[in-house]
């Protein structure tokens, strides 16, 4: 097999090897699959293909075909040096990501071509504006005016968190007007039942989690009137500590809303002796009816609730994280573990647990989800993190198809790009991972990546291996 980074000019075969169908799992052994000019121009039985000088062939017998993988939820272009976590998502069989924020100034550089990602990186698939939030949102005429403008600077999205229930309505009906998927978090004094309703497009990190769980519980009505009476805790908001307090809140807001409301665990205590299932069930068919898709981000959650546990610290793929960051997650930890009391990292354990029990319903339930890993939080690692997703889905109980197909298919439909992405069949785009084993079976054959194929530019295992040692010598001088 190839060990070439160099895009081929000339028409590459991908000869023996098992299609598996996205949509249903099937699989077509022994085809050879037919690449020019980044997209797959042909698929036949691999018998009856006959090379010659002007074709480059990669013979794969055994291997498993997919469709690149979609990270539909990170945060990669804020970064200084964001080659190397591009690198790394690659590196992972990542073929397309969802930049789930933006700015007035990224949205410019992608129009005029300038938005520099490099040769060996994924494709950005989707970018927001600025994240309305309090601070540029604060009135619903103000943030009306934002959605307006970030469509008119080419956003293809409106992500939210954290404005009044006022605002958030009033730029979800803006951004759905104006033909813009309206994404992010519920706000507090927001149900999740009346989000949908309006047009919610998806809803991030399950809620986030314990807003959402609100409705799942029999004491919720009793939780929004605890949280609708509660004053707001005092925050020193000059200028010196937000810069400290804006890292905290990115990288743990957990730990954030630990330090400031101790108290608000009691609430999340309610939450989790107060869940029903038939509550969740019901929501879930609310999201059904109005198309509301979720991106669990469940090793987001799991990393951000558990954070003090040693196996994020001795995570031998820190190798691949700058020194500064891996010394500020390491001192965020001990502040973890300082803050938490033990009844309330058994909580917050109960919680992460609670957090998959919600997935495994709502997969049961037919509500649409994606994968997505919140690369720029606390201990999430680019790349990587989307393989422990998986893992923490097939946890969860779902199947390796649904698994798989939430990192793939599910992906296209959202985007509305089933005619290019999600699947491997003709037309599509020459995205494709290649695996040892088949992926049908087991969600650890996920893992067992073979080669990568990026607009019919193929990566072996030796140059993908390239990619994570070359990101580690960076880092290292």
Known sequence: MSESTQFQPTPLVLRGVTIVDTHSGGLTPNRAIVISGGRISNIVPAASFASDSSTKVVDAPGKFVVPGFLDMHAHILEEENRENSLNLMLAHGIT???????????????????????TDAPEILEMPGQILTPTNSGTPEISVAEVQKQRAEGADFIKTINVTPRTFFASLREARKNGLAYVGHLSLGVRSEKASEAGMRSIEHLGPLELQLISCSSLGWLIRLVLALKSPPAIDLSPEKMATVGKLIVANPTLFRMQVDPSGMKNTRRLIDSFREDKCRRLAQVFVAHGTWQVPTLIRIETMQLAEEPRFAEDPNLRYMPKATRQFWISLAQKFAETVTTEGRETLKQLTALALRMTKLFDESGVKMLTGSDYGGMWVIPGVSLHQEFDLLA???????KVLQMTTLAGAEFLHREATVGSVEVGRDANLVLLDGN?????????????VFRAGQCYSRDALDGLKRNVADRIAS
């Open 96 to 118: 397309g990501w969802r930049q789930m924020s933006g700015s007035s100034k990224l949205l410019e550089e992608r129009k005029l071509g300038q938005l520099s990602l490099g």
């Open 395 to 401: 946890k969860a109980g779902l199947s390796p198809l």
């Open 439 to 451: 992926p049908i079976e087991s969600c650890q054959n996920l893992h067992k990546i073979s080669a």
